[in-house]
């Protein structure tokens, strides 16, 4: 049986007390709100903290306030079955609701926070094992080792970024706000990730993610696809996250393609997203996108299946979702 390393809990209730916290006991400090990533990852040794700062009894970070018309913010302590559940999003942004609700398991989504995922550490089969297994190959670079057994060539850490969340608050234009010792920044989701298996956040330790802000609706169609081995509970091997508007025409006029679990942080895939500006959505217009969507996705051989298989489903999981935001219907041959 694994087992919980010994550490110091602090139960804050504001804010501003659980930054004060994180910045008095420094690096021996890492935060928690639902524990249900950090607390395995103690169990094997992967993170060692001395203290724990929780978020639970902090009222503030389980609000959600605004409207579809000016937009909502959502308190980074909701948990993921609320998100799914929560009437405004699952009529005004029902790819976000959608994608907290396909997170684990319904027991992990009631303990699991919207903030937490979006946080969520990078994967690797390398990585995600339990001390022994990976003492016994002499460790990787993440954590304990200095190559990157993935691709032991490379100066950097290949972890996946593997959050179902993070791919759909890009994809809608949502922004952050963090919270730290030197007051606090607003920041589009897209610039909380860095292509880093291991510094994969720009939020420094001691900042607090405190808010999520969905722009107003305002007519886009969002949808979000994963694909894993086991529809139950599995991490995405591969997700895909799309937003569009049509004009009065039928025509896009904007678009925003986003994948994440196949590189260290959820990937944007522009190009792809700019053939389908300006023009109608007929199938050769969503089949050029889903094959430029494919290009910028580098998946390696360091989560579930084969990498040649995640990389083959990128074009058919973009052009599902472009169809199904475009209100097409899907392709006989995959139904």
Sequence with gaps: MLRLPPFEYF?????????????????????V??????????????????????????SELKRMEGDVERGLTIGAGMTLTQVSRHPMLTQAYPALAHAAGVVSTAQLRNMGTIGGNLCLDTRCNYYNQSY???????????????????????????????????????????????????GERVIPAQALYRDDGMEYLTKKPDEILADIMLPPADGLRAVYLKLRRRGAFDFPILGVAVALRLNGEGACSHARIVLGAVESYPVEAQHAASLLVGQRLTPEVIAAAAQAAARPAKPLDNTDMTLAYRKKMVPVYVARALRQAAGLPERASEN
């Excluded at 139960?11 to 935060?31: D, K, Q, W």
């Excluded at 460790?139 to 993070?166: E, N, Q, Y």
Aim: proline residues 8%.
């Design 11 to 31: 139960a804050p209730r504001t804010v501003a007390e659980a930054v004060s916290l994180l910045a008095e006991r420094g690096p021996e400090a890492m935060i």
């Design 33 to 58: 709100a639902g524990g249900t990533d950090l607390y395995p990852n103690m169990k094997r040794r992967q993170f060692e903290p001395k203290a724990l700062v929780g978020l639970r009894a902090i």
């Design 132 to 182: 022994h297994w990976r003492k016994s190959i002499g460790f990787c670079m993440k954590k304990d080792g200095d190559i990157c057994l993935v691709a032991p060539g490379s100066p950097r850490c290949w972890a996946v970024s593997s959050s179902d969340t993070a791919p759909v608050m890009i994809a809608l234009g949502a922004r952050v706000r963090l919270v730290g010792p030197a």
